[in-house]
């Protein structure tokens, strides 16, 4: 097998993005010196339509290093962007060309690899459209939910907790707030919809260090895309989702009013995130409502991918027994079997092999585990990042091995990830 191949045509779509220091405005009260992409927080938009060759010009004004990671899609492996494994970090003043083709469609998100750089700001939502959509919709609105630093992001070693305290839980980051697309609750951005129409939201959770709930008053949900592949329509009051996970899901506006979006943090005690569903009937006045409590939440086992995922069928070739767990001793540290990154050995695969992770968590928290550069089974979803629950949860995942490379497995927690919970999966001959 041989590798995904750089992508050399023409691009369909090209765009230039420039990392800087900015200021960013969450609320007319509010505003903090962060990181952006091209002076905006979230970062562009970018939207292709699936199997358009995309070309993304990256120009490092930032005073360190820096990369682009297209979270969700099996791209060539050189331009996966993770540093010291796919790439030389991009130097500051330099630029670095991203190609690959935009496949499959979905709902995806791309940011930094670098370090923290994430929880400063370098995220923002990255749209590949279907031709052909399995559910009907009028249309459509990116909800990118995220945990607001304001400042330096750094690990609870380097702010002088965490440590040997609590040496099994975790320390929560000095969040400030909670954002949809931005904007704290006191901010909501407004979600215009009439009366009779259906509306797809393409959920993001673009969080350093947060699981949320999701709701929104007064609507039910139809499921309509984990991890922006297509699963049969379920339909649900409300899903969690960790960092790095993503939902479509379809409402039907059948509830004239002016309704709260939220976003709670499972694990934090910020007040939710917010926007603001608007019916235009109510001509922008009257105070929204908030949601009633979830008594239909959606599970991992409600979601049916549409198409199965080939070369995962019958007993795996290769499986991998991994443990998560929090490092001993005095540093501040998160481990996969024992090993903290980039102190620990690769998963090596070959080529063509179904191979299949079944992950242990011996701590108490949730890890969002994430696979570069490929998809896996589990249960009946396709997805690229899944939440292990704390305190002996288990999950087990299948991938087909075609597309090789050295490709990073870990934790989605931002604050795990820098501090060693991740494994290069490797493919060998
Ligand atoms: Cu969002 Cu290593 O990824
Ligand atoms: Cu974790």
Redesign the pocket.
Known sequence: MTPRSTVTDEPDTSVSLTAASGTIRPSPETSTTNWTYNEQFPGPELRVQEGDVLSVELTNDLREETTI?W??IPVPNPVD??PNVTQDPIASGETFTYTFRAEPAGTY?Y?S?VGLQ?DRGLLGPLIVEEPDPHVEYDREYVVVVDDYLPGEPRLPSDRGMGGGGRMMGDVRPPYEGLLINGRLPENPQMFDVAEGERIRFRFVNASSATVFGVRIAGHEMTVTHADGQPVEPVDADSFVFG??ERYDAVVEATNPGRWFLQADALDGNEPPARAVVEYESTGGSGTPQSPSSSNNRLQYGDLRAVSSLDGVSGRPDRTFDLTLSRGGGQSYTWTIDGQAYPDADPLNIRPGEHVRIRMTNQSPVVHPM?L?GHFFQVGNAIKD?VLVPGHMGQVTVDFHADNPGRW?F?C?NLYH?DAGM?RVVRYVE
Request: glycine residues 16%; proline residues 0%; aromatic residues 6%.
């Open positions: 990671h979270h969700g962007g993770v998100f940011h690899h994430l960092a790095g994430h570069h990042t990073l870990h989605h990830l991740a």
